[in-house]
C-alpha cells in the first residue's frame, strides 16, 4: 500500500518563502503530484515531478528525491490567497493516493 | 468542457436512506475516481474505474457503499443504508493517463446523514 506523511500545519508571513515536506513508502511509484485545496472547494492540480529535480512554475516550485522518497512543495512571494491546504500524492499505475494534506496560513 | 460535473451539490438525509450520488466526468477521459473527504480522515480513495472497469476498490469502507460507471460519461456512488458516519464530502474526479497526469475534480457532493 502507500503512506505518505506531511506537515499538518504552516504558519508564514506574507511576502515570505515556505517548503512543505512530504516523504512516501509506497509499493509502487510513478510520480509525485501536488493538489491545493481553499475551504469549501475542490482540490485542484498544481504540478507533478516523475523524475528527481526540481519543477518550477510562476511562484511554485516542487521537488522530488525518488531515492530519498521525498518531495516538497516551494512557495514564493506568499500572497494571502496561498492560504488553504495543499496535498502531496503519488501517482501509482493509475491510482492516486494523497496525503493529509497540510494547512497552511499567511498572516499579513 | 464543462469540468467534473457531480450532484447532488448537497444533501441532507435520514440515517436508514438510500443515498445516489451521481458524476459525470470530463469527456474523453479515461480514469475516473471516487473520493471521501472528512476531518478526521482526509481525503482517502474509495474506488477507481480506468476505461469503466472497476480496478480497486479496496478504499470502499463497507458493503453499504457500492459504485458503478455504466459508460464513460455517467458513475454513481450509492450507500444503502445511510449512517451519520458517512457525513462527508465526496468528490469525483476524472484523469486522462495518456495527457498527463492532471487531476480534474468535481465540486464535490456534500452529505449530511442525521
Known amino acids: 500500500g502507500q503512506s505518505l506523511e506531511q506537515p499538518s500545519e504552516v504558519t508564514a508571513v506574507e511576502g515570505a518563502i515556505v517548503q512543505i515536506n512530504c516523504t512516501y513508502q509506497t509499493s509502487g511509484f510513478y510520480g509525485l503530484s501536488w493538489y491545493q485545496q481553499h475551504d469549501g472547494g475542490a482540490p485542484t492540480f498544481l504540478s507533478y515531478?516523475?523524475?528527481?529535480g526540481l519543477e518550477e512554475t510562476g511562484r511554485f516550485s516542487s521537488f522530488l528525491s525518488r531515492s530519498d522518497s521525498y518531495g516538497y512543495l516551494l512557495l514564493q512571494e506568499l500572497q494571502m490567497k496561498d492560504s488553504a491546504s495543499y496535498f502531496c500524492a503519488v501517482e501509482d499505475a493509475g491510482k492516486s493516493t494523497f496525503g493529509d494534506g497540510t494547512t497552511l496560513t499567511v498572516k499579513p | 468542457d464543462a469540468g467534473v460535473i457531480q450532484s447532488p451539490r448537497h444533501e441532507v438525509t435520514e440515517m436508514g436512506q438510500e443515498v445516489t450520488l451521481r458524476c459525470k466526468p470530463i469527456s474523453g477521459h479515461d480514469y475516473l475516481f471516487w473520493y471521501r473527504q472528512t476531518m478526521m480522515r482526509g481525503l482517502e480513495l474509495l474506488i477507481y474505474f480506468n476505461n469503466n472497469v472497476p480496478i480497486d476498490d479496496s478504499g470502499m469502507p463497507e458493503d453499504r457503499f457500492s459504485a458503478k460507471m455504466p459508460n464513460a460519461s455517467f458513475s454513481t456512488l450509492k450507500i444503502q443504508p445511510s449512517e451519520p458516519r458517512d457525513s462527508a464530502v465526496y468528490f469525483c474526479a476524472s484523469v486522462d493517463r495518456g495527457s498527463g497526469n492532471t487531476i480534474y475534480f468535481g465540486e464535490g457532493s456534500w452529505l449530511t446523514v442525521v
Open positions: 515531478n516523475a523524475l528527481d
